[in-house]
């Protein structure tokens, strides 16, 4: 979610902090790993509007379209910190942890449909995004 390995680790302790924190407010009408989702996405979320980065629809300017001996996985990632924050949250939870559209709708608060849109919306940003290493590959 946050395309720092530092970050991430910073994030992972802010996490464990809170479950800590708010184990007794755990009501047990979820899973507890749906809880444990939810609490993450909101500490990535917390992180990305502390650090006030501009998430729009453009390509962030450390990126570049690699050549072609480049692993699709690297490109994916290289693009991933444009991706508005609503799009990329689905698409990891979905194209990359493979959790189903009704758990992402429990973890994030949004209706199932509004997954599946954004997830397709997310498609269609990397697609534009990695089109040009994808003309490259195919050279």
């Known amino acids: 979610m946050v395309s720092n390995p530092a970050d991430a680790e910073d994030i992972t302790q802010d996490v464990f902090v809170r479950i800590y924190k708010k184990m007794g407010s755990f009501r ?12 993450t996405m909101n500490c990535c979320l917390d992180h990305l509007r502390r650090r006030k980065r501009d998430l729009a629809v453009q390509l962030s300017p450390d990126f570049d379209v690699p050549g072609p001996g480049l692993d699709v996985m690297k490109v994916i990632e290289g693009a991933l910190p444009a991706m508005p924050s609503g799009y990329r949250q689905v698409f990891v939870l979905h194209d990359i942890q493979g959790m189903r559209h009704s758990e992402i709708a429990r973890i994030l608060g949004i209706a199932e449909g509004a997954s599946k ?22 050279r």
């Open 28 to 39: 047990g009408e979820a899973q507890l790993s749906t809880w444990i989702y939810r609490i």
């Open 117 to 138: 849109s954004q997830l397709h919306r997310a498609r269609a940003f990397l697609r534009k995004a990695i089109g040009p290493w994808l003309r490259a590959m195919r």
